[in-house]
């Protein structure tokens, strides 16, 4: 039965690269297993057992990775094998990842066995800093402390640090490895490195897939994950809702209160003792976490305190928004403008036709003039819309009674304004030519020079002969807008 079951489960299909790794294990561990046993033995069936159960592992895992990429791929939209967000720019994506290939769960399972075969040595220092700090080997975090005194004090020694920790925690080991010390119960103390190598280097090898190992570090990645994931989540609850401006208030005083510590800074930052500063603060980090200082400040500070003071400080600081950060409650403002335009009548009769609502004034020398072009806008006033990001404030629109200020804002000629009356600016026609120039007149006072032509037309100042009114006339109204008020962006 072992047999047959050993030739079925080698006949299913596994990752190239792990396939020859873990058969180069079994052949070795196979080899190792005949040299103590015969295969007949009850001593061998075990490991023939396990290798059968290992291979079937990997086998029904690359099956189903097969299958959970097959329904990946037809559910997840990939474009070239890469996915790609719409809303970043071409910037965010470098060249150097143009090559890498597209999300698949044959890669990722390999990629993750491999990681984490290899990861150990991340939480092994993790470990061993957990344990320095926490005063397990008084020695040890004394003698951290001395370093961390020696470099507040003299900052320069950070450049001797890389080459000291390599030369203590690499290069001096691994000669030690090479170079035991020989068993010498006469002498216990005594080392000597004269003579050849007497052991074999030390190699960071990574370790087997499905042994005690591998799964220790699955069990730190799935507890460094969660750890990573909470931290997460408490800085974001923390820190986002007092700088998104989703309080106003709050985000407001936190900007103040940073402007005035970064000129503060900008300023006196030199005068500070940073040695100083940087040592007492280390000594305190570290000390706080030894169990006796612990039992001290928790007889010093009830239970309760702390959360009792940091009320305080909130409630404080509360108080100092509230009265001192004061904010615009009315939305921004402005004004906007539309022209109403009215052509003459080609029927000679002297009447105007209304034409429709623009937002240019279509003056005689606007690019949409020169070009030939008809005016554009909208044909009644009730189809005039605020612009993006903008609604109405005001209930209707007003007639602008200034219409010289406009006129000669945009520095419009060959017009005839109103100042008095409707407001109507009007084209001026000479059938020669167009020269610059605005003419004003009161309606019923008399042109300058005392002339007026029939019909009761204007002409241009200076101009000789009789001058009339082009086709086209117009007038200012205005309205005021504010700002929309948008949802919270997530």
Not at 91 to 104: I, L
Not at 353 to 362: A, H, N, Q
Request: aromatic content about 8%.
């Amino acid at each position: 039965m072992d047999e047959f079951a050993l030739d079925f489960l080698t006949a299913a299909d596994e990752p190239a690269q792990v396939q020859k790794e873990e058969d180069g294990r079994d052949e070795k561990d196979g080899r190792d297993e005949n040299q103590q046993s015969e295969p007949g033995t009850p001593e061998a069936k075990p490991g023939l057992r396990s290798r059968v159960l290992r291979r079937g592992i990997l086998g029904a895992a690359n099956m189903q990775d097969k299958l959970l990429e097959k329904f990946l791929s037809e559910v997840i939209p990939v474009d070239g094998g890469q996915m790609h967000d719409p809303d970043a720019s071409d910037d965010d994506y470098m060249p150097a990842y143009a090559e890498r290939p597209g999300f698949t769960v044959t890669t990722m399972s390999n990629n993750f066995r491999r990681f984490n075969a290899r990861i150990g040595v991340i939480f092994k220092f993790q470990a061993r800093v957990i344990r320095l700090l926490s005063w397990r080997h008084p020695s040890q975090t004394l003698s951290l402390l001395g370093v961390y005194t020696f470099v507040c004090l003299d900052p320069y020694l950070l450049c001797a640090l890389p080459p000291v920790a390599v030369l203590l925690g690499v290069l001096i080991p691994s000669f030690i490895a090479r170079h035991p010390a020989a068993p010498s119960p006469a002498a216990p103390s005594s080392y000597s490195p004269r003579g050849p190598p007497l052991a074999p280097a030390r190699t960071v090898k990574p370790v087997k897939e499905l042994s005690r190992d591998f799964f220790r570090n699955m069990g730190d990645l799935q507890n460094s994950m969660e750890d990573f994931s909470v931290l997460h989540d408490r800085i974001v609850s923390l820190v986002v809702p007092r700088t998104n401006f989703s309080d106003e208030a709050v985000s407001s005083a936190a900007f103040v209160l940073l402007c005035a510590a970064a000129a503060a800074m900008s300023i006196a930052a030199h005068l500070l003792p940073w040695r100083q500063l940087l040592l007492a603060a280390g000594w305190a980090v570290i000390w706080s976490s030894h169990p006796s200082a612990a039992r001290l400040l928790r007889r010093a500070a009830p239970p309760g305190y702390v959360g009792a003071q940091g009320a305080r400080a909130r409630s404080l600081l509360a108080s100092w928004v509230g009265r001192d950060i004061i904010l615009d409650s009315a939305p921004e403002a402005r004004e906007v403008e539309i022209f109403e335009l009215q052509r003459l009548s080609p029927s000679g009769s002297g009447e105007w036709e209304p034409w429709l609502f623009s937002p240019s004034p279509y003056d005689p020398l606007s690019a949409a003039r020169i070009a030939g072009s008809r005016p554009s806008g909208s044909r009644f006033f009730e189809d005039v819309l605020p612009p993006d990001g903008w609604e109405w404030s005001g209930k209707k629109w007003a007639l602008d009674l200034w219409s010289r200020e406009w006129v000669e804002e945009r520095i419009i000629t060959g017009v005839e304004v109103e100042t008095e009356g409707e407001r109507w600016v009007y084209d001026i026609h000479n059938e020669h030519e167009v020269t610059a120039g605005v003419v004003e007149y009161p309606p019923g006072s008399p042109p300058p020079g005392g002339r007026r032509p029939p019909g009761g037309l204007s002409w241009e100042e200076g101009e000789e002969g009789t001058g009339r009114r082009g086709e086209w006339r117009r007038r200012r109204w205005v309205r005021l807008v504010r700002r929309k008020k948008v949802g919270v962006v997530g």
